[in-house]
């Protein structure tokens, strides 16, 4: 099997600050995420950004701030959130493309979000495809549901997308499909040929989908974005559950992917670190 990529979802939309005091808030937070996530396992982080008080923001000055402490701080692959918060508008949620990250992400379909909805209609999709067209940016493809794989076959179709793509199951939203090993099989069987994919499990649930991505060839997404507790009433720290898969995986015999392994397995171009390094 392949080495384990290990993106870490730090920060997310839907947490406040009032819950955790591990949420990294600032981009220099974020900066210090990255390193602590990297040296724990990490390949790729996947970034939303807040305003210093905590509220959500797709700005695009806050992502390049973001985008700078990160790479300063790692070569960690850098994936953009499109997803942004319920409620941005979709070209809100497009614009941090502009800055050129070497991912981000493209939820392919609408869903139940809690008593929300999270948006997703064809109209909005094509036009976030449109704009990782025009800025290089590999898609990585969010499933919240089963619908959303022939979604994602249909802008195949269309032309808009390409696989083989790097899939990312998002399972345990309420109002999306559960997390359960049943579900995660039936997915993975549907996907087209040659895909690469991992899954997130939402709450508890992290641990648990982890260790079956684990056996069965795939990756993992773990973070404060889904998951805010190490186990029963004790909150973690990002790194920690980075670590604690990344123990996980060498134990069953599947070491982690540095980020320059993670980029050669889906197909990113290397990144130069340190002086000349890539950044917004
Ligand atoms: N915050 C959720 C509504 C993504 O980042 O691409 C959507 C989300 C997905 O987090
Ligand atoms: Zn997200």
Redesign the pocket.
């Known amino acids: 099997m392949e080495p384990l990529i290990i993106t870490c979802?730090p920060v997310?939309?839907e947490v406040l600050p009032e819950q955790t005091p591990y949420l990294p808030v600032t981009p220099q937070a974020l900066g210090e995420t990255a390193r602590a996530i990297r040296d724990a396992g990490a390949s790729i982080v996947?970034v939303?950004c807040r305003n210093d008080d905590g509220s959500n923001t797709h700005e695009v000055e806050r992502f390049a701030q973001a985008y700078r402490a990160i790479r300063g701080a790692s070569d960690l692959i850098v994936q953009f959130?499109t997803?942004g918060a319920i409620g941005m508008s979709p070209d809100e949620r497009a614009r941090p493309l502009a800055l050129r990250p070497e991912m981000a992400?493209l939820t392919c379909g609408t869903v139940n979000f809690g008593d929300e909805i999270f948006e997703n209609s064809f109209p909005i999709m094509r036009g976030i495809l449109k704009r990782m067209h025009e800025y290089g940016v590999r898609p990585e493809l969010e499933i919240f549901d089963k619908g959303h794989l022939a979604n994602a076959r249909r802008l195949a179709k269309d032309g808009l997308l390409t696989f083989p793509a790097h899939v990312d199951f998002v399972l345990g939203v309420p109002g999306g499909l559960e997390a359960s090993v049943a579900n995660l099989c039936d997915l993975v069987a549907d996907l087209p040929g040659g895909c690469t994919w991992s899954v997130a499990g939402v709450g508890r649930a992290q641990l648990h989908m982890a260790m079956a991505a684990i056996a069965m060839g795939g990756h993992v997404r773990v973070g404060l974005?889904d998951n805010l507790y190490y186990e029963k009433g004790r909150l973690a720290r990002n790194e920690e559950l980075v670590a604690r898969v990344a123990r996980i995986a060498a134990e069953a015999g599947r070491p982690v992917a540095s980020p320059d392994q993670a980029r050669a397995i889906l197909g990113l171009a290397p990144i130069l670190v340190g002086e000349g390094a890539l950044g917004p």
């Open positions: 979802a997310g939309a996947h939303h959130s997803g992400t974005e």
